[in-house]
């Protein structure tokens, strides 16, 4: 109750884990919901991914995308 939007990925964190995992570490990724695994094999920050949950002041796209909807040029993530 405490975020304005959540899609779980229960059950498909394998699936984006193993995309992760076959692509090279420069090669970009232009995902959807539901692959944040993605970010999380790469080395993302799990606290940076809660904060735009949350979309509290340490959130890295300022509140400017949904919560679920992640990117980072850093790592490839767009």
Not at 24 to 51: E, H, K, W
Not at 65 to 72: F, T, V
């Amino acid at each position: 109750g405490k975020t304005s939007f959540y899609m779980k990925s229960t059950g498909e964190e394998a699936v984006s884990i193993g995309a992760a995992m076959a692509l090279a570490g420069d090669d970009m990724c232009f995902p959807s919901y539901r692959q944040q695994g993605i970010l999380i094999t790469r080395g993302y920050p799990i606290v940076q991914m809660m904060n735009q949950i949350y979309s509290n002041r340490a959130d890295p796209l300022e509140g400017r995308q949904l919560p679920i909807m992640y990117s980072s040029k850093q790592f490839g993530f767009f």
